[in-house]
């Protein structure tokens, strides 16, 4: 059971809590939707309970939080290790080991555990978890879905009764995701696991859940029942005029890659249209990362005016605080004051300019190298999982400021699970299985 009462907390260098008064009891064995906007809170909720805030954040914090029974609130997360496990936004980052087996024994070491029960513990936990076969694997060549059923399972593998997950699927194909859904239905119905998992990909959650806590963006959260809750709506395409797309403005043969044995992308020839957005699509672990890099390659060989937003947009981060970032992108684009910061804010709403960009949320991060990449004078924009943790408003907002760059004369080069968004924005799509592409497809028009 989770129970939280009178739940407060501000970040130091924040004029506002972002969670205020917060009251919500979860029963044991349920699985539970943590909703809200982009900046809302909704990790910073899930590291209240589990000791990350404000032990690695700072901040200030107040009121009571209890698990399974144990008193948590102001306890380091480490002495919280062996009741709750967690797996964050990006787990392909965290993972401390290079096998699975290795990362699948790192926590149980870290608590103490002998040798053979570790060894046993391993067995068990790959087996319930079906990745027997991935143990000797090197994780780094694992797929999404399988690098995420890892996670998972290195958090859960102390027998943790209680399990947060922060948007366990939105870098994951369909059939990934219904994987990691089914598994994590497993765990609540048979082995009594309280799961929470924040989301924005609504649609695909909704139906595995028992409730949903909303956090609102004003401090505070409801907690409702599952058939009490209603999304808001995907991304419409914008209607266009026809005869917009141009001539082909840019070209890239043969781009191909391989690492050592393993072909990762065979021969394709890219041609992309001015004043149009092509996405790559295809299942994780298809190659749709492997193209947008190699185009990026060809872009900057041909000194082609090319900006990128990588799937790991805070890699492209590296200044102290939000407003710095937001200065340097005018600075260094030539444009008014504001522009950038105006461009982020209508993308993800009112922000502390003074917080440090580590400190955004993953879909303030992408918002945040959205709005600087955006802001350039490149001709081609190749964006990496744009849609990942953005809510179905802002994923609007974007839909419209790539059709308005289109418009513009800009080519956009996309890769996204999102086949809503695909069809919001996409004039072409590229499909890739295994490396090897089917073609590129014309798509119909509202």
Known sequence: MIKVQNLSFKYSKSDFPI????????????????SGVTGSGKSSLLKCLNGLIPQFSGGEISGNIALNSVQALGRPAHDLAETVGYVNQQPEGSFACDTVEEELAFGLEQLGWAQKA??????????????????????????????????????????????????????????????VLNL????????????????????????FVDSVLVVEGDGSVNHIKAKEFSSAPAPKRPLRDSGEIGAVAFEAL????????????????????????????????????????????????????????????ADLLFLSTLSEELAESDSYNQLPKLTTSNLFASLAGRADP?????????????????????????????????????????????????????????????????????????????????????GIEALNEA
């Open 184 to 207: 994590l239905k497993t765990l609540v119905k048979e082995h009594g696991v309280t799961v929470l998992l924040a989301e924005h990909r609504i649609e695909r959650v909704l139906p």
């Open 19 to 34: 969670l205020r008064r917060v009251n919500f009891e979860i029963p044991t064995g349920e699985l539970v939707l943590v």
């Open 354 to 438: 003074a917080t440090h960009p580590r400190d955004l949320s993953a879909g303030q991060q992408l918002a945040l190298v959205l709005s600087i990449q955006l802001c350039s004078k490149a001709k081609l924009i190749i964006l990496d999982e744009p849609t990942r943790g953005l809510d179905e408003k802002t994923k609007s907002k974007l839909a419209e400021m790539i059709f308005e760059l289109r418009q513009a004369g800009h080519i956009i080069l996309l890769a996204t699970h999102d086949r809503a968004f695909v069809a919001a924005t996409a004039d072409y799509a590229l499909y890739l299985d295994k490396g090897v592409s089917s």
């Open 254 to 313: 043969n781009l191909s890659q391989s690492y050592g044995k393993v072909r990762a992308l065979a021969p394709i020839d890219l041609r992309l249209h001015a004043g149009s957005v092509t996405a790559i699509c295809g299942d994780n672990g298809s190659g749709k990362s492997t193209l947008l890099w190699c185009a990026l390659e060809e872009a900057l060989r041909q000194n082609f005016a090319v900006k990128m937003v990588p799937q790991h947009a």
């Open 118 to 179: 570790m060894r046993d513990r391993v067995q068990d936990i790959a087996k319930q978890f079906e990745i027997t076969d991935l143990l000797a694997r090197p994780i780094l060549e694992l797929s999404g879905g399988q690098q995420q059923r890892v996670a998972i399972a290195s958090a859960m593998a102390a027998g943790q009764k209680i399990l947060l997950l922060d948007e366990p699927t939105s870098a994951l194909d369909q059939t990934a995701t219904k994987m």
